[in-house]
């Protein structure tokens, strides 16, 4: 029975111990600072495992249609993934090298996983990192599927085509109407506008 009271007094110091290292402020939480691997390796187990149970839902689009990845590019782009994660052609923002875990390249490390686990990260996000939930930001399970059929078809995508699905519609000129162009006369004060 005696070392069983020792086992309990163990238990007991390893306790206190980790008590005043994480909450006397021991830990350092600065991005800037790298985990020990030991940490970082849990810490990924830890993630794809909790991914693995959870991410079952069945892709309920064709997701090598070129319209739904055509789309998925422009979601992609519009949802702000190509300022942490980059895209075809386009580099990630520099702020995103400041994050920790840093965001992967999706084009190399999405390329072998399947599309329930990617549908699953970008709807639910991942706690403590960078990574948002967009269903809580509002974006749609439909939106969010053809955002998965361009992330698994990046390795098919070039960068001139990304860039040419993403561009902006051009705009068009219109020619200004009359009463909006300032007289001679206005142009000592500030124009005013005599449609408003
Ligand atoms: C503010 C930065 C940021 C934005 C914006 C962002 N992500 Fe992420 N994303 C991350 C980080 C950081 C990780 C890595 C998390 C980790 O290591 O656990 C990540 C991980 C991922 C992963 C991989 C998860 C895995 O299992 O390895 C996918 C897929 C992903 N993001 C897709 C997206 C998509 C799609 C968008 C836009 C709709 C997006 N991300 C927007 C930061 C971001």
Redesign the pocket.
């Known amino acids: 029975m005696r070392w069983l009271a020792a086992v309990g007094g163990i238990a007991v110091v390893v306790v206190i111990a980790a008590g005043v290292y994480l909450f006397g402020g021991f830990y350092n939480v600065s991005a800037a600072v790298d985990d020990p691997d030991l940490m970082n390796w849990t810490l990924l187990r830890i ?1 794809e495992a909790s ?1 693995n149970r959870r991410a079952d839902a069945p892709p309920p689009i064709k997701l090598d249609d070129p319209a739904t990845i055509r789309q998925g590019a422009i ?2 782009a519009e ?3 190509a ?3 980059g895209a075809p052609g386009v580099k990630w923002a520099k702020f ?1 090298e400041g ?1 920790n ?4 390249d ?1 084009k190399e ?2 390329s072998d ?1 399947a599309p329930a ?2 549908f699953w ?2 709807s639910n996000g ?1 706690k403590m ?4 939930s ?1 269903s809580k930001a509002g ?1 749609s399970d439909e939106d969010i599927w053809e ?1 998965v059929a361009f ?1 698994k078809n990046l390795p098919n995508i070039s960068e001139a085509d990304y860039k040419a699905w993403t561009a902006p519609p051009p705009t068009v000129a219109t020619p200004p109407r009359a009463q909006d162009t300032p007289s001679p006369a206005q142009n000592t004060t500030p124009p005013a506008r005599s449609n408003k």
């Open positions: 993630r991914i979601e992609f949802h702000g993934c300022n942490c994660h995103s994050l875990p840093g965001p992967p999706l490390s999405m996983e686990h990617v990260v970008v991942i990192t960078a990574m948002p967009f974006v955002i992330i």
